[in-house]
């Protein structure tokens, strides 16, 4: 006697997990909610094991009166429910006595094996369509970025700048932008050709900022803006001033001479201070784009690289656009992002990414969890406690520069 055999799910796989399947790619396959309800339905009425094993397949028999009633449904709704889903969708078929009825006997009823054999292509679409919207998710995002580039030099354009045809040209094209909310209902397509005009406008206007002397030393002015925050780190030096040992343990005893941050002149805290500060200071008034470059791990270079093209000169806009293409790869998630942009700037979000990927490879403490590590960061700028240009001038020593 010959066996019949049947599809079964894949190894792993089980009727459940089919069901939220269907329920996430419903959109994608037209799937109404309506008719994706009677679909799950019938499908949560048959034998689990039915789905996972080759000796046998899964089959709805009850009647159509009684599912109808079931789902709040006429007959006829729910038969043209069936015979869309047979049809249109191509998810099942109906396998009926010669009347229209359905029985056990004879394995009559709605077959789902043919279901079962499009499940690897559903998942395959389940994944084309999850990546499609991290893929919009990023859009969006990097649309934020360019809006804050833009607003910022409209914001420090030279009365100069602000009179040039050029320029007024940038700013009517920037107020056509069409606003975030819209983004996402957009086809995705559309979306990318925004994104790579709003990448093109904000090039553009960076050109106009280079063509124009007073506005250029406008940028370089705030691109120092954000490295000059906090040029204070806490002081490793033991000062070695003289202090006033306690005696008798009465209140005129236990007063110190010369103790704090602030001792004699002798001191060697305060020494190191002074001399540590001036050294900070001379490293944050010379660091620009390109020395960031210098700073940043290979990896992170070459996206600069990329977004930098056939110009000579590294811009602030090529470093904050490779911090954003950095985020997946070092598995910081979007939310934190946009926590460390709003507290810090595009620029001090990217100059965060910069630090946190360039030292993974660190010899004493390795950045192990970069997403957790720019929470942390920007955790501490909000208390006033991030010493970012302490970091970079720790990295430029280990860089060897």
């Known amino acids: 006697m010959n066996e019949q055999y049947y599809p079964a799910l894949p190894q792993g796989w089980e009727r459940s997990q089919v069901e939220a399947l269907l329920i996430e790619i419903a959109p994608a396959l037209k799937l109404g909610s309506k008719r994706l309800t009677a679909l799950l339905y019938m ?70 094996s043919r279901l079962i054999d499009m499940v690897p292509a559903l998942i395959e679409l389940r994944d084309s369509l999850r990546a499609e919207r991290e893929r919009v998710r990023e859009l969006v995002q990097l649309r934020s970025t360019f809006l ?40 995705f397509k559309d979306l990318e050709a925004h994104i790579d005009d709003c990448r093109a406008l904000c090039r553009h206007i960076d050109d106009l900022y280079e063509k124009c002397p007073d506005s250029s030393g406008r940028a370089e002015e705030n691109f120092r803006s954000f490295i000059q925050e906090d040029i204070n780190e806490n002081n490793p030096v033991i000062c070695n001033a003289n202090i006033h040992k306690r005696t008798s343990g ?24 002074v001399d540590s500060e001036a050294i900070k200071s001379k490293f944050a008034q010379g660091l620009n784009p390109h020395q960031l470059y210098e700073l940043a791990s290979s990896t992170m270079r070459s ?99």
């Open 303 to 401: 996206r600069i690289e990329h977004h930098r093209g056939d110009r000579s000169m590294v811009r602030e806009l090529d470093v904050i656009e490779a911090a954003h293409d950095m985020l997946p790869y070092l598995g910081i998630n979007y939310h934190a992002w946009q926590e460390a942009v709003h507290h810090m700037t595009n620029l001090g979000a990217a100059i965060c990414v910069l630090l946190l990927d360039a030292n993974q490879d660190h010899p004493k403490n390795p950045v192990l969890k970069p997403g957790g590590a720019l929470r942390g960061m920007t955790k501490r700028f909000r208390a006033g406690k991030l010493n970012v240009v302490g970091s970079l001038l720790g990295l430029s020593r280990r860089r060897g520069f």
């Open 250 to 273: 009465k209140p005129s005893d236990i007063k110190l001479s010369g103790s704090g941050p602030i001792g004699p002149e002798h001191c060697l805290e305060k020494k190191y201070e």
């Open 148 to 187: 804050r580039h833009m607003k910022k030099r409209i914001e420090g354009a030279s009365p100069e700048l602000t009179n040039s045809t050029d320029f007024w040209a940038a700013t009517q094209a920037f107020e056509n932008w069409p606003h975030t909310s819209k983004l996402r209902g957009m086809a």
């Open 43 to 112: 499908m949560g009425r048959t034998k689990p094991k039915d789905w996972t094993s080759s000796s046998s397949e899964p089959v709805y028999f009850a009647p159509q009166t009684e599912t109808a009633l079931a789902l709040g449904k006429t007959d006829r709704a729910l038969r043209n429910d069936e015979r869309a889903l047979a049809k249109d969708h191509m998810l099942i078929d109906l396998r009926l006595k010669a009347n229209g009825s359905r029985s056990f006997y004879g394995r009559c009823g709605i077959v789902f």
